[in-house]
């Protein structure tokens, strides 16, 4: 298994995972304008015929905005949570809010997202609400749902342990800093999905924005959010 991260700037990791001959795409970055997503793509590697799927994390601009790219691309199916669809077709982002000071900081510092022009409706052709195997797909892995910093948050772990998380595990400012997500719609089934996340065996974790981290990164973190809402 060979990971690639395409860096979109300062703004958000995205991934290429190539596994026995095949591609998946974890998120596709933000919009860019089409031949600037495909340089940034391209110039990390990435193989564009042996794409085979795309996985969303969450249906936010800088994980999702660049499906459209990634689509006419590749022409891979696309897995994602049912809740992502509300971005996918309006490019309104799904819910969250601040879940602490540094949650607050990082709220006012982007400011309430404002729905984003999409080029145009990208279709989910995987929906997927539950733990889904993806072997069949031709990847060591499997899909978890890890909702809290939105609803529709889901992971990939490979059999592994790399896990591509999204913003369920994070660094917020580029500071170093190992934190789960610090914008939550739901505290509790952000702690059930770091337990998740856990116990599925994750040996590393691969953010949309920092990272990766190690498990005792991620264990840390999860200590400081189960007991000190961290």
């Not at 969250?96 to 309430?112: C, S």
């Not at 719609?185 to 990272?211: C, M, N, Q, T, V």
Request: glycine share 10%; charged share 20%.
């Amino acid at each position: 298994m060979e990971i690639k991260t395409i860096a979109v700037g300062p703004i958000s990791n995205f991934y290429a995972v190539e596994e026995n001959g095949k591609t998946m795409l974890i998120d596709t970055g933000c919009y860019l304008n089409f031949p600037g997503w495909t340089l940034k793509a391209a110039m990390s590697g990435v193989d564009f015929s042996k794409v085979s799927l795309i996985v969303l994390t969450h249906g936010h601009f800088d994980h999702a905005g660049g499906i459209h790219h990634a689509k006419t691309l590749t022409g891979a199916p696309v897995l994602a949570h049912p809740g992502a669809e509300t971005f996918l077709k309006t490019g309104k982002f799904t819910p969250y809010v601040p879940r602490n000071e540094l949650g607050q900081k990082f709220y006012d510092m982007i400011a309430a997202p404002a729905p984003q022009d999409i080029p145009e409706e990208v279709a989910i052709d995987i929906p997927v609400s539950e733990e889904t195997d993806l072997h069949p797909y031709g990847f060591s892995a499997k899909v978890i749902p890890t909702p809290g910093h939105t609803l529709d948050s889901i992971s990939v772990v490979f059999d592994s342990g790399e896990s591509f998380v999204g913003d369920t595990v994070l660094d917020p400012f580029g500071e170093g800093i190992c934190s789960f997500a610090v914008l939550s719609l739901d505290d509790e089934a952000l702690k059930e999905s770091g337990k998740k996340l856990l116990d599925a065996g994750l040996a590393s974790a691969y953010s949309g924005h920092g990272g990766p981290f190690t498990r005792e990164q991620v264990e840390q973190a999860y200590f400081n959010l189960t007991d000190h809402n961290g």
